[in-house]
């Protein structure tokens, strides 16, 4: 226990695995990335969460949007992606001491590649109960058409 505590190898008892948990976590404090930066960086994983389906006449994109407004919210299109910008405010209480903060506020974007080409002028997008829902129709050419067999 004193060993542990101390951080002092004791070689023969720790497994192998245990060894290279030790290694990993004096390498986190030399490059700085103890559990307090992996706290941090906790917000800069992918958000929103987005799905994206398929019919035969468009594609839809939900993203998870909490608390966002409208006027929070960019939308735009080049070339085939769709791509979400914003920015989501919490608000903070400096005077509270937080025992967990998982929700994160601050500046997001996220682009989504669409498979197929499709009608600029027709994308239709409104938010909802926190879920932004973006569809766009797929141009003439990218429609499957029926061929009839002679």
């Known amino acids: 226990m004193i060993s542990r505590y101390w951080n002092l190898p004791v ?5 192998h695995f245990e060894e290279l948990d030790r ?3 004096h390498l986190d404090q030399i490059f700085g990335q103890g559990s ?6 906790r917000g800069a994983g992918v958000y ?3 799905n994206l389906t398929e019919t035969k006449e468009a594609y839809l994109i939900r993203a998870e949007l909490p608390g966002v407004t409208p006027e929070d919210l960019d939308v735009q299109t080049t070339g085939r992606n769709i791509s979400i910008t914003g920015e989501r405010k919490i608000p903070v209480d400096h005077t509270a001491k937080y025992h967990r903060r998982e929700r994160e ?3 997001f974007a996220r682009a989504v590649a669409l498979p197929g ?4 002028d027709r994308i239709d997008a409104s938010l909802k109960d926190g879920i932004l829902r973006i569809m766009v129709p797929k141009a003439e050419e990218a429609k499957p058409k029926q061929i009839k067999i002679k």
């Open 11 to 15: 070689y023969g008892l720790r497994t």
């Open 23 to 25: 290694m990993k976590r």
């Open 36 to 41: 307090e930066a992996r706290m941090s960086s």
């Open 48 to 50: 929103p969460l987005v």
């Open 105 to 107: 506020s601050g500046r």
């Open 117 to 120: 080409d499709f009608d600029r």
